[in-house]
């Protein structure tokens, strides 16, 4: 009886696993410098592949030319108000915020 708790407690641990393991690929969509002022806009597409789930999201940066480097900061999505486009799609279908 205990070996049997012992392998469900262990599937349901492996089963979480795989759940959360994925990948995550992102790909600049478009990248515009502004021609009188130091500001970059940033357009990403982040995919996020899991074994249960797969998720696509339009981000969108803001960024300040600061000599040597980029500061972006995001315009949508995270904590924000607005929320950025995504798509959520399952293996019996899938939903977009985008309206």
Not at 17 to 25: D, E, T
Not at 64 to 79: E, I, P, T
């Amino acid at each position: 009886m205990r070996q049997r708790i012992y392998s469900l407690v262990l599937f349901a641990f492996a089963s979480l696993g795989l759940g959360s393991a994925g990948c995550v690929n992102q790909a600049i969509l478009r990248f515009d410098d502004h021609g009188k002022f130091p500001v970059t806009s940033l357009e990403l597409s982040v995919s996020k592949n899991y074994y249960v789930y797969r998720t696509h999201e339009h981000r969108f940066y803001m960024c300040n030319d600061a000599g040597d480097k980029l500061l972006c900061k995001r315009s949508c999505g995270d904590a924000m108000d607005i929320g950025c486009p995504n798509f959520v799609a399952t293996g019996y279908g899938g939903v977009s915020n985008v309206r």
